[in-house]
């Protein structure tokens, strides 16, 4: 069965940076498109950012610029640079195939402080 885990979350205050990281214990994750989720309290999971197993990236407007994802597939290890944090990214993140193939991991709790 494969294992989803994100760590890299944390404190941070209002222009900070963290960096998360995800590693994927098994499964075809070189040939996947892979991607980071959040959740905020009281809304709906949404895809924040995703990469193809080319290294083509795409991103939800409200992270263009900010964050960046990137994948080490020797490590079965996708990240997400997050740059200029706000408080509304104030979310649990968490990683999976951009079809949501996997078994949710327990995530990462991220919270910006203003």
């Known amino acids: 069965q494969v294992q989803l885990v994100e760590s890299g979350g944390g404190l941070v205050q209002a222009g900070g940076s963290l960096r998360l990281s995800c590693v994927v214990s098994r499964g075809f994750f070189s040939i996947n498109t892979m991607a980071w989720y959040r959740q905020a309290p009281g809304k709906q999971r949404e895809l924040v950012a995703s990469?193809?197993?080319?290294?083509?990236?795409n991103y939800v407007d409200s992270a263009k610029g900010r964050f960046t994802i990137s994948r080490v597939n020797a490590r079965n290890t996708v990240y997400l640079q997050m740059n200029s944090l706000k408080p509304e990214d104030t979310a649990v993140y968490y990683c999976?195939?951009?079809?949501?193939?996997?078994?949710w991991g327990q995530g990462t709790q991220v919270t910006v402080s203003s």
């Open positions: 990469i193809t197993s080319g290294g083509k990236t």
């Open positions: 999976n195939t951009e079809k949501e193939s996997w078994r």
